[in-house]
């Protein structure tokens, strides 16, 4: 161990001063090393998977849509720079404009149906009344099951000549409905689906928001003579602000890139009344025996985007909640 010396000053009066030297320790840097040494350690394994699976198929995307790639050139990898040419293409394309109106359409349809069906049944539930736990695990059945169930399901009920909904409303006589084949009610049918598949995740989490509300708030107010309007509207809905905010969000980024649902179901079809930028993206980039790979890749890249603004929002707002 290493040590320093120091002079201290001593004396009486006119006595003079005298030299003492003491030694002292010098702190030793080796443990904080090997600290910061573990702790890179175990932050590796991250590092390594975030940049594996995110940093770079998001890199490679961004060189897909800035290149023109064919199969040919995808292979060996002599795809010319044409920059932002795909995206201008993208831009002109007849599929752009109502393959954003339909995304735009099945994004805020069904965050709007799924936040306030999942809001009423937590507040429903919360009640704790009997069975209330088991009716509340039942209702998170179509959450749990694969999408591809799920919609098989709903193909299988919303078909116009065997479907169980058309033939219930044959019974109070109203005509059959073309769900997947009619241009007007093919993004309806995909919603309708979306949102029975989505609605019980907000149930989950809106009713764990709930339950860190504490039970004396609305004691008060019940002795102050509120209803329970309005212990919804005063209580519940403003302190369930922070848990709504990222139940939305996470809504919306989920909603922006379902494909499953509606490829199972309409394939984006009839023509391009059900096509969202996600089916379109497959559409271009695995939909036809001659690719167009970059294309694909600036629609997926707009998908990005679209959800990084709203990222960037939701962070912009919390951060003035906790000002």
Aim: net charge positive; proline share 6%.
């Amino acid at each position: 161990m290493t040590a320093t010396q120091f002079t201290a000053s001593t004396g009486t009066g006119d006595s003079g001063r005298a030299a003492v030297a003491v030694a002292l320790p010098t702190p030793d840097r080796r443990p904080r090393r090997r600290g910061q040494w573990a702790a890179w350690a175990f932050l590796a394994p991250v590092v390594i998977y975030l940049v594996v699976f995110y940093a770079y198929p998001l890199f490679r995307n961004l060189d897909l849509s800035l290149r023109d790639y064919t199969v040919r050139s995808f292979i060996d990898g002599t795809a010319p720079f044409v920059w932002f040419a795909n995206y201008v293409t993208v831009f002109q394309d007849p599929t752009f404009w109502p393959a954003l109106a339909n995304t735009a359409t099945f994004t805020l349809v069904s965050i709007v149906f799924q936040y306030s069906i999942g809001m009423a049944l937590a507040v429903f539930f919360f009640q704790r009344f009997p069975l209330s736990t088991t009716l509340r695990a039942l209702f998170l059945v179509p959450w749990l099951l694969p999408l591809l169930v799920s919609a098989s399901a709903w193909s299988w009920m919303l078909n116009s000549d065997s479907g169980v909904v058309n033939y219930l409303l044959s019974l109070v006589g109203v005509d059959a409905v073309n769900w997947l084949t009619s241009p007007q009610w093919a993004l309806v049918s995909v919603l309708i689906a979306n949102i029975w598949i989505g609605a019980p995740f907000n149930l989950v989490i809106l009713y764990s928001g709930l339950q860190n509300i504490a039970s004396d708030i609305y004691e008060a107010a019940s002795i102050d003579g509120a209803n329970a309007w309005q212990k919804f509207w005063r209580i519940t809905f403003p302190l369930l602000r922070p848990v709504s905010a990222i139940t939305i969000l996470l809504g919306l980024v989920y909603t922006l890139k379902v494909f499953d649902i509606i490829w199972i179901m309409t394939r984006g079809g009839p023509g391009s009344s059900s096509t969202t930028f996600a089916i379109w993206s497959y559409r271009l980039g695995f939909g036809s025996a001659l690719p167009d790979l970059s294309p694909a890749a600036a629609v997926g890249n707009l998908l990005i985007v679209i959800a990084l603004v709203f990222g960037l929002i939701y962070i912009r707002a919390q951060r003035r909640l906790e000002v």
